[in-house]
């Protein structure tokens, strides 16, 4: 049985709001592997139609029970179903690091055609090169397969019709400006490798 843990949702909430503005006058908007559904939280406020897709039954029942859309199936059988120009958006938020780049490859190719040209789709996802994560945070879960660095994203979303508009490092708290000097001088010494906890990339469908 899932407890939610009311500080987790605080974290999501204030980890995804910036997010949120990339869809914008979107009509409908898809949240790959939607979990809690915090991000579709955000958009319903925003005033967005928002749809999750998660395996998790738990999770799916949690995220209805809150007034959210959601459909419980696997993303890969959803996306192979649905039709053309669906959704004008998608979300897919700490997914990618949990599969091979060939699945990787695979569901960037499906959500192509059921997003309308021009569409955005956000992804997140931890930032190897962040020493913390490196060295522990990143491999203590055990259903991590490995990670994507931007520009192993950046190829694999070309080669399935998506062009990249930017991307980069984010952290959601900034640090202070003591343990900001800390990792300014261990950069120096050692290279950059105290950095953004995560990075982004923002692709758009191409025509």
Same mark, same amino acid.
């Not at 949690?62 to 649905?82: C, H, P, W």
């Not at 003591?178 to 010494?189: D, K, Q, T, V």
């Given at each position: 049985?899932?407890?939610?843990?009311?500080?987790?949702?605080?974290?999501?909430?204030?980890?995804?709001?910036?997010?949120?503005?990339?869809?914008?006058?979107?009509?409908?908007?898809? #949240?790959?592997?939607?979990?809690?559904?915090?991000?579709?939280? *955000?958009?319903?406020?925003? +005033?967005?139609? +928002?749809?999750?897709?998660?395996?998790?039954?738990?999770?799916?029942?949690?995220?209805?029970?809150?007034?959210?859309?959601? !459909?419980?199936?696997?993303?890969? #059988?959803?996306? /192979?179903?649905? /039709?053309?120009?669906?959704?004008?958006?998608?979300?897919?938020? =700490?997914?990618?690091?949990?599969?091979?780049?060939?699945?990787?490859?695979?569901?960037?190719?499906?959500? =192509?055609?059921?997003?309308?040209?021009?569409?955005?789709?956000?992804?997140?996802?931890?930032? !190897?090169?962040?020493?913390?994560?490196?060295?522990? $945070?990143? @491999?203590?879960?055990?259903?991590?397969?490995?990670?994507?660095?931007?520009?192993?994203?950046?190829?694999? *979303?070309?080669?399935?019709? @998506?062009?990249?508009?930017?991307? +980069?490092?984010?952290? $959601?708290?900034?640090?202070?400006?003591?343990?900001?000097? !800390?990792?300014?001088?261990?950069?120096? *010494?050692?290279?950059?490798? @105290?950095?953004?906890?995560?990075?982004?990339? !923002?692709?758009?469908?191409?025509?």
């Amino acid at each position: 049985m899932h407890v939610p843990d009311p500080r987790e949702r605080q974290v999501a909430r204030r980890y995804f709001q910036p997010f949120v503005e990339h869809f914008r006058g979107c009509q409908s908007v898809l #949240d790959v592997a939607s979990g809690q559904g915090h991000f579709l939280e *955000l958009l319903k406020e925003a +005033g967005l139609n +928002g749809t999750g897709v998660e395996l998790d039954a738990e999770l799916c029942e949690l995220s209805r029970q809150k007034g959210l859309k959601v !459909i419980n199936e696997s993303f890969f #059988d959803y996306l /192979a179903k649905t /039709a053309p120009a669906t959704y004008d958006g998608a979300n897919v938020s =700490h997914i990618v690091e949990h599969f091979t780049p060939t699945d990787v490859e695979r569901l960037f190719k499906l959500l =192509h055609p059921v997003l309308k040209p021009g569409a955005k789709m956000v992804i997140l996802t931890p930032n !190897i090169a962040n020493m913390r994560r490196a060295v522990g $945070d990143f @491999w203590r879960d055990p259903t991590h397969v490995r990670p994507y660095p931007v520009s192993a994203l950046s190829k694999l *979303l070309r080669r399935s019709g @998506w062009e990249v508009v930017d991307a +980069g490092e984010y952290t $959601d708290r900034k640090p202070s400006l003591g343990r900001s000097l !800390i990792y300014a001088f261990r950069n120096a *010494l050692f290279g950059r490798y @105290w950095c953004g906890d995560d990075l982004f990339v !923002i692709a758009r469908r191409a025509s």
